[in-house]
């Protein structure tokens, strides 16, 4: 059976959960009079943030579905929201394979902004509009080209005229500019990206294009001021931490015998894989500061938690520094050296799961940020014992290995700071990280413990790593010049040579390359 409202009352019952409102009903209302807008069409929307609202509307807490757009991929919209009448299925992969699968019809239109700009400016005025919110991943809020330079098309957009806008964040903030002009009323600008200090990220952009803007006399001060008022405009943070993969066969396999139709998996133009479903873990953890300028319904009702931005910032660093993204990069980097191309396949590896949880309970969690509305040890737990074993993750050590240059300096040069402030921990006292930071270097050699050449994830700074690594070879390593990559404090986050934390490094790359099977045997020699 197809995904069509015709056919609700029948899905239903193929559904572990489901609408428990008039899907008709809501979509009309939601459309006359819309409380939410939502950028960005793809999985992590549909699969958590969707779902999140559609738990409100059962419990009738929340009495409006949410209005999308998508502005980068907007096959998105005609493959998976148009064909299905804007329904939905989340599925939540649970470890034991027990899959559970809600329906969703909440989304009351699916939009395109390049086509459907005359709605979504309607909707922006809409005097009740309480969020817009945006998944539109990190990139999609900047504005600078690598060089520093403000990129052209913003350059455009300033120079132009605001109804012109080609950029989103240009678009978004003449959205807000006509949202002004119509009654001033105030809304809140929610980034649910997985990226830290989200809220900033969103406000910066917006603030410098206004502010450029109104030194055009393109728009007056008065609305600069009311961007600025977080009693009119709110950016709140948020933390955002659920693995909602690409579409997995075996689900569209399972969902086909459960008698639903068509649950194909559509890889668009622009590479994006998308499907009537979206498949993710059933670990989930979204952390947002209460600061709704436009109102809000009772999101904690839903699992959602409220709490300061400090806090916000707290549950970000905790996570990112110590109780998931440090574990995830050493499984990626020794993933990739011992031929592993799942994580979940990893986590069978005894030494594997023993260095990482050297790193999180024994070198990381004694140094925590600890937020206080999740436990630090528990939430390693969960990762350790539940999220990375999960075998109907289909996550890969060659994505996560992906732009590690860019997380080093967080993932592990947090920890390592925290020990060179402490006065009863000492830099040198560390084991497991320097071990990890060496097998990252490792890793840059292109070469596995079985000394077949492999291809090094993407990374911006690639062409720059691979200048130090390209004459050595496994069994001469010793004349290298990595001490200073060590000292090198954008990528670590301090400079390893001054803390004398380089040597160790250096002695454990030295082990780690000696020769074929190396890998395993240092490994085995260090991680008991």
Same mark, same amino acid.
């Given at each position: ?67 999308? +757009? ?7 919209? =005609? ?5 299905? =009448? %804007?329904?939905? @299925? ?27 700009? =005359? ?44 109804? %012109?806008?080609?950029?989103? &964040? ?27 200090? %989200? ?8 603030? !410098? ?28 943070? !948020? ?73 916000? %910032?707290? +549950? ?14 050493? $499984? ?19 030494? $594997? +799961? *023993? @260095? ?12 925590? +940020?600890?937020? *206080? ?7 390693? =737990? ?62 840059? &050699? ?18 720059? $790593? ?24 954008? /990528?670590?986050? /301090?400079?390893?040579?001054? /803390? ?5 490094? @250096? ?22």
């Amino acid at each position: 059976m197809k995904l069509k409202l015709k056919n609700i009352e029948e899905l239903k019952k193929l559904c572990d959960a489901y609408p428990e409102y008039d899907v008709q009903k809501l979509r009309e209302d939601s459309i006359r009079d819309p409380h939410w807008l939502a950028f960005g069409a793809g999985n992590i929307f549909r699969g958590y943030i969707a779902r999140l609202n559609q738990d409100l509307l059962n419990k009738k807490i929340a009495t409006r579905g949410i209005s999308v +757009v998508e502005s980068f991929d907007e096959e998105i919209i =005609d493959k998976v929201y148009t064909e299905y =009448d %804007n329904l939905a @299925l989340s599925v939540t992969l649970n470890k034991d394979g027990d899959f559970h699968t809600n329906l969703l019809a909440n989304l009351a239109e699916g939009l395109k902004l390049s086509q459907d700009i =005359d709605r979504v400016q309607q909707i922006v005025k809409n005097k009740n509009l309480q969020i817009m919110s945006f998944t539109i991943t990190e990139k999609g809020y900047n504005i600078y080209a690598p060089n520093g330079e403000v990129l052209d098309i913003i350059k455009e957009d300033i120079n132009g005229k605001p109804e %012109n806008a080609k950029h989103l &964040m240009s678009i978004v903030t003449y959205l807000l500019y006509l949202r002004f002009k119509e009654n001033k009323c105030p809304i809140t600008l929610l980034s649910l990206d997985n990226c830290s200090h %989200n809220g900033d990220k969103l406000k910066t952009p917006i603030l !410098s294009i206004v502010k450029a803007w109104c030194k055009n006399n393109k728009v007056e001060e008065a609305f600069v001021r009311y961007l600025e008022d977080d009693t009119c405009v709110s950016f709140p943070w !948020s933390m955002i931490d659920k693995i909602t993969p690409r579409p997995s066969e075996e689900i569209k396999n399972y969902l086909e015998q459960k008698n639903f139709e068509a649950m194909d998996i559509v890889v668009t133009g622009k590479h994006t894989y998308i499907a009537p479903f979206v498949n993710s873990e059933e670990a989930e953890y979204l952390v947002i500061e209460d600061s709704f300028a436009g109102g809000r319904d009772a999101l904690e009702e839903a699992g959602v938690y409220l709490t300061d931005r400090n806090t916000v %910032n707290k +549950v970000e660093t905790m996570k990112v520094t110590t109780c998931l993204n440090p574990l995830h990069t050493t $499984l990626a980097v020794y993933g990739c050296l011992l031929g592993y191309t799942s994580i979940a396949d990893e986590m069978k590896d005894a030494q $594997l +799961v *023993k @260095l990482i949880e050297k790193i999180g309970y024994e070198e990381s969690l004694p140094v925590v +940020v600890d937020p *206080k509305i999740l436990n630090p040890k528990a939430f390693i =737990d969960e990762v350790i014992r539940v999220r990375l074993p999960n075998p109907y993750i289909p996550d890969t050590p060659q994505r996560i290995a992906t732009d590690t240059s860019q997380k080093v300096a967080i993932r592990f040069g947090e920890t390592i700071k925290a020990y060179a402030k402490s006065e009863s921990k000492k830099p040198m006292d560390l084991q497991f990280i320097p071990l990890a930071i060496a097998g990252w270097l490792r890793y840059l &050699m292109g070469i596995d413990d079985a000394g077949k050449k492999f291809e090094l994830s993407p990374d911006p700074l690639l062409k720059d $790593l691979e200048l130090y690594f390209k004459d050595l070879k496994l069994g001469n390593v010793s004349n290298n010049k990595l001490d200073e990559l060590l000292s090198n404090e954008r /990528i670590f986050g /301090i400079n390893l040579n001054k /803390i004398g934390l380089s040597e160790k490094i @250096l002695g454990y790359f030295e082990e780690l390359a000696a020769d074929y099977g190396a890998v395993r045997k240092t490994l085995e020699k260090y991680v008991r």
